[in-house]
């Protein structure tokens, strides 16, 4: 927990203990892109880990460029995959995530930490009206866009395979 001043503000850490920290993450985050093939990368790791897990539980090739637009990967099935991912700590969610449709991408793909932990992998398809229904979404946009909250979360993660029979591809722990 950091140390707050009387206004609330948090208080600066000592630059001895801050660099010793960045020293241990820097450690484990070579170790994390090791694991996954890459030697260096300066993207956020929460991105690069979960565009690598997609692709083990899906099967495919990554985009050859790791930055572009539009999709992180294309399934061996041809299809085109947009990777994303929401953080959340485990008592609440400050953090929500609009799922969205886009032109030329055939899935929206969610990959959903609590406290840093993967706890599901969703895949969304273009249309999003019936889960969006089934979700009972009150926002315009519907086939488009999905404003997907903690309650959403909880509302498939309860009953995946009735959001499957809605057109989602769900994977949850434990993953293989």
């Given at each position: 927990?950091?140390?707050?001043?009387?206004?609330?503000?948090?208080?600066?850490?000592?630059?001895?203990?801050?660099?010793?920290?960045?020293?241990?993450?820097?450690?484990?985050?070579?170790?994390?892109?090791?694991?996954?093939?890459?030697?260096q990368?300066?993207?956020?790791?929460?991105?690069?880990?979960?565009e690598?897990?997609?692709?083990?539980?899906?099967?495919?090739?990554?985009a050859?460029?790791?930055?572009?637009?539009?999709?992180?990967?294309?399934?061996?099935?041809?299809?085109?995959?947009?990777v994303?991912?929401?953080?959340?700590p485990?008592?609440?969610?400050?953090?929500?995530h609009?799922?969205?449709?886009?032109?030329?991408?055939?899935w929206?793909?969610?990959?959903?930490?609590?406290?840093?932990?993967v706890?599901?992998?969703?895949?969304?398809?273009?249309?999003?009206?019936?889960?969006?229904?089934?979700?009972?979404?009150?926002?315009?946009?519907?086939?488009?866009?999905?404003?997907?909250?903690?309650?959403?979360?909880?509302?498939?993660?309860?009953?995946?395979?009735g959001?499957?029979?809605?057109?989602?591809?769900?994977?949850l722990?434990?993953f293989?």
């Open positions: 927990m950091t140390d707050r001043d009387p206004d609330g503000e948090p208080k600066a850490v000592a630059t001895p203990a801050l660099l010793s920290a960045l020293a241990s993450y820097r450690t484990a985050r070579r170790e994390l892109l090791e694991t996954i093939g890459l030697g990368s300066n993207r956020d790791p929460l991105a690069e880990v979960a690598h897990l997609v692709l083990a539980l899906w099967g495919g090739r990554l050859e460029s790791r930055v572009q637009a539009n999709y992180d990967l294309v399934a061996t099935d041809g299809t085109f995959v947009q994303k991912y929401l953080s959340n485990l008592d609440c969610w400050p953090n929500e609009c799922v969205r449709s886009i032109f030329g991408v055939d929206y793909t969610l990959v959903v930490y609590e406290a840093f932990d706890r599901g992998v969703l895949a969304f398809p273009p249309d999003l009206t019936e889960i969006c229904t089934a979700l009972g979404k009150r926002h315009p946009g519907q086939s488009t866009s999905l404003q997907f909250t903690r309650r959403n979360w909880r509302a498939i993660r309860d009953d995946a395979e959001y499957r029979q809605l057109g989602m591809r769900i994977w722990p434990p293989r």
